[in-house]
């Protein structure tokens, strides 16, 4: 097959074959823009120099010298030629964008006797011998693999002996001298030819660079797709007070306003302005100095932008008052941006509703949602752990909740330090701005609550070691922190920072109402949120959930006086001590599922009957239960035994789930008069309840049985009293590899069905939520799983048991309502998949839910 293509014989949809660059390269050329000619080496055969053991295939250098007759041709010059040289500028560029492949090289074919002619025939050595020494450097540091701080060093101290400062001081005999020191450093080609070939070989190469191979890895770009290599005649922004190089954007990329932005730097070739070693003017500067140019210039973005229907990311250079295109490709944009511009041009015509939606990914609208850190800040990173709950956050350190609510109270941010948090550190996280934890994964009780509550959180921060007693977190690297400093958190990079970095607030506002009420148009996934308290029902009825999916009730039991009366009914030694208790509880649990109906008024509740094993409820410390036996009037022996008899070895695994219904029916029966009894006052008042009872942790058809009867008996005594009817429905979670083992079954007892991916992927891989944090960065580590299952969803093996529960389930009874409540129920990627299974709807975190609505459309559109 053909391996060179000119610039005149591709276009726009030849990513695959001459990647982004070379193709948009072609399109431009095609639009008549004034393009330096060139040509490009497809991406087959950079797989077929793979194939060969990195060998060039014999004929390709033949074609090549085809193609550059012709360049030579339209460009007037003589690639080789001393008298009338022709330079070229060889780079990477796959079908996907990737940093970290292999950088420019600029002004390939220089040689000492071309240096000499270049000089001479552009009567400006000084520009000859600075492109030389350029392209010697470059030519070394990516084709020889000399390390480039050695050429700096050799700049800086001879600039020092000379007694020069700025790059501008140096003349055109600085460069010589400068050269000659270089060509003592590297053994460098004197055949332009063979420079050419070198440089075509280590543009393939860097397709293998571990930078590149790790950018693949996290972005799932395949292995195979391989490089292109464009060869591009040289145009000159280093000639002289009337050239220059510089980077725009069509529209302002952090903003999205509808503004030309852009940078330009005279007198200088793209990779100063690229590498910041002078700061470009704006380009009203450029306007000012060469107004032509300029004209130029914003007729070819306006023409691009038009041409490609999205903002685009240009790079230009203008040698003598002429300009030329180097680059055109779609921008990167925040967040912000991406919501404005998407929503705008749709309004100008220009993209669809549903082309709209496409352009927002998941993290622009997350981090439109949460102030992030700001990327240009510097900062000093000290650990790093897991991006449990997305967004910035700087505060004091404290170590324990109480601390960080008396801490909080006079009026300072705190950051909230534990090796884990149980469910008594919520007080402490309701007031810190976020929250870290040394163990843990994304599914652990920190990740969770904190995603729940939208705060910052960073879990399994393993290489910080925390020593309560001495109040400070010893971190790998040897940083201390104590009590009372001041530290930040980036909880979408994972990343503890010394000391206040800006941020970037969160924002909200008309575009993105409107892009997310196009997402509801086009989605057919239905979005509830995992909400329990009323503030998080409110937050995520606002941010638009469509019900509760998932109302995990123990979370109620946790504040302060109703945790004693959980622990009197657990330590309860007579029927009659407990039925005390749950009386008592009983109206906690009226009173917050009235709330809950209240703000839910007219959408569908789902709650969850009582999951956790019961030991989670007890005190761990010696000084607690002393305490508690003291304010509940029990021996502190009694208390130290039960809670000795409840601990198991493998809780997870354990007396938890459905299994205490079987073995307490009276906490069922209190939870659904609770439940059935608040449904009934919330109608009495006017509301439209709608509660879903949902029974965890479920293995087979005989338990939903038999929690279906505890469940309809305890619902009629409540209609019976109250003489009203609520209308309800029973369902199960999807838990356990057994019930999507027998789903049909399971199907013809209940009239809703929900997974739950956190214990489903616990039990699938046999790894314990809980203390997979431990071995999981080696699994990742060593490639032994390509993530973590807890975070993202494993659609081959988990993915497989839902896809069969819901085929047999759907065998069964053809219209049963199927959603998924785990974490992943706020995963895109996940999301995408649950809308391929035909599920009814997700159910996540308040916070995720308008990304969840977006996710749900892409997944639709
Ligand atoms: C689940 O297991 O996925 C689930 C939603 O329940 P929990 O996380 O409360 O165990
Ligand atoms: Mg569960």
Redesign the pocket.
Known sequence: AKRVYLFDQGSKDDRDLLGGKGANLCEMTKLGLPVPFGFVITTSTCREFFEAGNRLPILLEQEYRIALDLVEKKMGARFGDPENPLLFSVRSGAPVSMPGMMNTILNLGLTDEITAGLAKKTGNPRFAYDSYRRFIQMFADVVLGIEGDKFEQEISRYKQQHNKKLDTDMEAEDWQHIIKIFKELADFPQDPFIQLRMAIEAVFLSWHTPRAVVYREMNNIPDTLGTAVNVQAMVFGNFGDDSGSGVAFTRNPSTGEHEFFGEFLFNAAGEDVVAGIRTPEPIEALRERLPEVYDELHRTQVLLEQHYRDMQDIEFTVQERKFYMLQTRSGKRTGRAAIKIAVAMVNEGVISEKEALLRVSPEHVEAFMHPMIDPTAKSDIVASGLPASPGGATGVVVFSADEAVEVAAKGNKVILVRRETTPEDIHGMKVAEGILTQHGGM?SHAA?VARGMGVCAITGCSSLHIDYQKGEAVAAGGVTLRRGDVITLDGAAGEVMLGEIPKIEASSGEDFQILLSWADKHRRLKVRANAETPEEARKARELGAEGIG?C?TEHMFFEAERIDHMRAMILSESQEERTHYLDKLIKYQHEDMLELFKIMDGLPVTIRLL?PPLHEFLPNSTEEMRALAERIGKSFEKIREASENLSEVNPMLGFRGCRLSVVYPEITDMQVRAIIGAAAEAMEKGFSPFPEIMI?LVINVREIRLLADIIDRSVYQVHRDKGISIPYKIGT?M?TPRACLGADRLASEVEFMSF?????TQMTYGFSRDDAGRFIPEYLNKKLIENDPFVSLDQRAVGRLMEMAVKESRARKKNIKYGI???HGGAPQAIRFCHHLGLDYVSCSPFRVPIARVAAAQANV
């Not at 739950?756 to 489903?760: A, F, H, K, P």
């Open positions: 599914t969770v998932l995990r999951d965890p979670m838990e739950g991916t956190n214990d489903l409540c785990g974490e």
